[in-house]
């Protein structure tokens, strides 16, 4: 059976991760780059006061009074939460595996396009979000793509449509990355680093062992107890996690890259040179280039999430009233993903022990003997705090920390999409389905688990790019009345939602800089 599901998924991962879906996706980011003037550059001044700069404000940071809202810090880092995950870790190592040193460098351009299509999925998330039955904000890309693609002339039924098939492809996407992906590197770096080898040694079926099920379960009871209490309770958690633990990996990394600091140079030059000419073992000429991209796109994705759709039905649980002012949040979740922490990790296993030695050899491609791509990080680490086998024991805990806190964020997610197909009275009902998957990610192999990730992913993608392109110019004239009265001062009406009731009472109440 598991043959079969490779075999089915295979096929459809060669399509929508083709040539046509990385098209979609670059080019997404590239059209929102260029008709917001390079927003991501020419604010960057602006959006980093209005995100990182306000995190002690108590606007920002105190918790929402308003039923069914969150802070925009409980906000972000819920997303991080589902964003910063194995992507992180093992995906940046994988991309390294296979594409080459060059895959970081794809990664970045991802990430950099990818900043705008995220701060245009959480405009257009914002702007047509609306109350559910039960007083919670509900938006995301399938109100988009039914109330704004949905209302262009004879778009009626394709806006419907692609809404729909946007939450289907979302529910199965919370059980493979948010969910099975997540689970299956947890426990994989948890036994090698904790081995209990009166555990490990027991084999129940097919090369898992009793261990892996254990901590299995013990996951699935964590997830129960957190994301059957809803939004707020994931917001709480994720609130005091996210922070400590990107903090702490960015700590651990900079002093693996300190002490290889010889090789910091070195390991740039091979993620920019390697990017357009590959090295032997990925291929040559413009195959191994295109391997590379491919690669660096896809992890790169698999890590911020941008593209997807996905944070942005977190980001409309917000209690601001400004569709751009939270979109600059979701500039600042891509550019905390994966331009510090998935860099961070590449520098770790680029620099650990030279490129042509360590647990990965950067010319040959090989990786050193008793490490995989999931353990791959926690052997660089190992090399520097070898004691007790401390290194690997800490980025067991990091991939801990990071996995299970997007399974939390990505059961909200998939709850958003069950809402908007079954109503929100039920959405109970998938968070019980969602957790009871969680023990499937102990069982399935690695790249089986991954692999179907990736193609959830990229099904994902398809509709809400559509969406956000033919949204394109609605996102062009938010954005300017935004730009026209907060950084020009002049007096333009501002755009807050397509309901007029909710534009009114948002235009009362007004967030004041």
């Known amino acids: 059976m598991l043959d079969k599901i490779t075999e089915i998924n295979s096929a459809v991962n060669g399509v929508v991760w083709g040539i046509p879906g990385l098209v979609l996706l670059i080019g997404t980011g590239i059209l929102m780059t260029l008709v917001t003037k390079v927003f991501q550059v020419t604010h960057i001044g602006h959006w980093f006061k209005k995100t990182l700069g306000s995190l002690f ?9 308003e039923k069914g809202s969150i802070s925009p810090f409980q906000a972000l880092c819920t997303a991080l939460a589902a964003t910063v995950g194995t992507g992180n870790i093992a995906g940046v190592a994988a991309a390294i595996c296979i594409g080459g040193a060059g895959a970081v460098f794809w990664m970045w351009v991802a990430a950099f396009f990818g900043m705008m299509t995220n701060f245009s999925e959480n405009v257009l998330g914002m702007y047509f979000r609306r109350k559910n039955p039960n007083g919670e904000w509900s938006g995301g890309a399938m109100y988009y793509l039914r109330d704004g693609l949905g209302k262009k002339k004879g778009c009626g039924w394709i806006g419907k449509a692609l809404a729909v098939l946007f939450c289907i492809f979302t529910m199965l996407a919370s059980f493979g990355i948010g969910s099975m992906g997540q689970v299956n590197k ?46 707020k309770r994931i917001a709480n958690v994720a609130e005091k996690i996210v922070p400590f633990m990107v903090v702490l990996f960015v700590l651990g990394s900079l002093i693996i890259i300190g002490i290889n600091y010889q090789a910091i140079i070195p390991a740039f030059k091979a993620i920019f040179v390697n990017a357009f000419a590959p090295q032997a073992f990925v ?15 896809k992890r790169g994705v698999f890590s911020n999430e941008a593209g997807l759709g996905s944070s942005v039905m977190v980001h409309a649980n917000s209690n601001i009233k400004e569709p751009v002012k939270q979109g600059m949040w979701g500039i600042f979740e891509v550019f905390a993903d994966t331009m510090v922490v998935c860099t ?35 052997g660089a680490f190992n090399q520097v705090f070898s004691w007790g086998n401390i290194g690997q024991r800490f980025i067991a805990i990091a991939m801990f920390l990071f996995a299970f806190t997007t399974v939390l964020g990505w059961s909200h997610y998939g709850s958003k999409a069950w809402e908007y197909l079954f109503g929100a009275k039920t959405t109970v009902v998938f968070r019980v389905i969602h957790v009871i ?28 790019l559509i969406g956000v392109v033919v949204l394109c110019p609605l996102v062009i004239t938010i954005t300017k009345s935004y730009v026209d009265r907060k950084l020009k001062n002049k007096a333009v009406k501002p755009i807050l939602s397509y309901d007029p009731e909710i534009q009114a009472e948002a235009e009362a109440d007004l967030d004041v800089d």
């Open 57 to 65: 404000k108590k606007d920002v940071i105190s918790h929402s009074k």
């Open 186 to 231: 947890i426990v994989a770096n948890v036994a090698a680093a904790f081995d209990v080898s009166s555990l490990s040694s027991v084999e129940v079926f097919s090369g898992v062992s009793l261990y892996n099920i254990i901590i299995g379960v013990v996951i699935m009871a964590l997830t129960a107890l957190i994301t059957l209490g809803g939004l």
């Open 283 to 297: 291929g040559g000429g413009i195959g191994g280039v295109i391997i590379a991209m491919t690669n660096g796109f």
């Open 344 to 378: 961070m990790t590449a520098l770790v296993v680029l620099t650990s022990g030279g490129l042509a030695g360590g647990v990965f050899n950067v010319e040959t491609g090989e990786i050193a003997a008793g490490f995989t791509d999931a353990t791959l990080v926690g």
């Open 437 to 464: 998957t969680v023990i499937f990610g102990a069982v399935l192999s690695s790249s089986l688990a991954w692999d179907i990730s990736d193609t959830f992913n990229g099904l994902m993608m398809i509709p809400n």
